[in-house]
């Protein structure tokens, strides 16, 4: 209780008669039992307004304003007292969804791979943290990780007038707490033959001062990005995908296809990173509402194994040349540029105070090369690769 609240509830606290201020003495006589009882019905009746005062005083407090870290604080033990349910705010509803999702991936992958990811659990000094899952120099795969990061935070004026580009809802304001959530996978294959693939499926959350949500949006999608092009491969990763897409509208597999093949674009090469998959951002209220957000992100999360590990099956054994080794280094390297020119998501990451830079380029390759002009032979299967970079196809 605070001392403006301890003074109204002071001030509040009706005062006893003199009479009954006497010390009470225990009596035997039944004329003394009826005048303890009047005394007793009297401090119940007491106690009572006291109680109503002391709330009528907390009501007309101003509400209680819950800085980044505190909602942090007020997050954790929410979930450790009452647990995760459908009626808990969205933003913990998600970090339990996305923490179930992270395991089983874990899992399905380390069966697939025949080693076990390193497993980190970091925290953030001002609220949030996450759990890095990574395995290097495995047997399937060199180098890949699975990732959740969650970051209370406060954004600036500048970083507010930003976001209402896209976010009229946004409050206008000095400063705006917020809560950023996020699942981040890279899997980069060592066998040429079997292609990278990327997912990312977020929720972004501005708060009001009692810690409410004031505006929300969810964003992800997956992509896969090949050293060498097997048609099959390409059209069961996007079929994966289009079939979450269509349980909640038809639309959005043509949409968020483009959305893809436009943001994952090397634009100072002219070629795309990879032959696509999903890609979406800003996915709120002016589209569906948070229930239904959050049912489609599910699907499409959940379609990742379906979607890759078939693809693994069939390439990961593969034979290949060390020509075609070489090549999938130069691949390499244009996805690093990708990264480091032109994601927002790792430009977003590297600004945040308190990041963990480990775990945001983990999505970088274990090795790549650079060659100076080296460019694919006419006709060959890597200029083929190419040409379908240049020209993104459709492929369902």
Not at 48 to 71: E, H, K
Not at 118 to 128: M, P
Request: glycine residues 6%; positive net charge.
């Amino acid at each position: 209780m605070s001392k403006r609240q301890l003074s109204q509830f002071v001030l509040l606290r009706p005062q006893l008669p003199r009479a009954c201020r006497r010390p009470l003495r225990r009596s035997f006589t039944a004329d003394a039992n009826r005048t303890n009882s009047r005394r007793w019905a009297s401090w119940a009746t007491i106690a009572g307004i006291s109680l109503s005062g002391l709330a009528y005083a907390m009501t007309c407090q101003n509400p209680v304003r819950l800085d980044a870290r505190s909602l942090a604080e007020l997050d954790e033990r929410t979930k450790r007292e009452k647990g995760v349910h459908e009626d808990s705010p969205m933003r913990l509803r998600m970090e339990k969804f996305i923490r179930e999702q992270q395991k089983e991936i874990v899992f399905e992958l380390e069966k697939l791979d025949g080693k076990s990811f390193r497993e980190d659990n970091w925290t953030r000094e001002k609220g949030g943290g996450g759990t890095s899952c990574v395995l290097q120099e495995g047997n399937v795969f060199e180098k890949g990780g699975v990732n959740i990061s969650v970051v209370y935070g406060t954004l600036s004026k500048p970083a507010i007038a930003k976001m209402r580009a896209n976010h009229k809802n946004l409050a206008e304001v000095d400063e705006l707490d917020f809560y950023a959530l996020g699942l981040s996978m890279v899997l980069h294959p060592r066998n040429p033959m079997a292609p990278t693939v990327h997912l990312n499926y977020r929720y972004f959350e501005t708060m009001r001062p009692d810690g409410t949500s004031q505006a929300w949006w969810f964003g992800g999608g997956s992509d896969l990005t090949p050293s060498y092009l097997f048609d099959e491969d390409a059209v069961h990763f996007h079929k994966s995908l289009k079939e979450a897409c269509d349980k909640h509208n038809k639309d959005y597999y043509p949409r968020f296809k483009k959305w893809c093949d436009e943001y994952f674009c090397n634009t100072h090469r002219g070629e795309s990173r990879g032959v696509g998959g999903i890609f979406f951002d800003d996915l709120d209220e002016t589209v569906t509402d948070a229930d239904n957000s959050f049912a489609f992100i599910q699907d499409c999360l959940k379609s990742f194994l379906p979607s890759y590990l078939p693809i693994m099956e069939r390439r990961k054994d593969m034979p290949f040349t060390e020509k075609e080794k070489e090549w999938q280094q130069v691949r390499r390297g244009r996805y690093v540029e990708f990264n480091l020119v032109h994601d927002r998501g790792t430009a977003f990451g590297l600004n945040v105070p308190g990041s963990r830079v480990e775990s945001i380029l983990m999505s970088l390759p274990l090795t790549a090369s650079w060659r100076y002009m080296y460019e694919p032979e006419p006709r060959s299967r890597e200029q083929r690769l190419v040409e379908v970079l240049k020209n993104p196809k459709e492929w369902v």
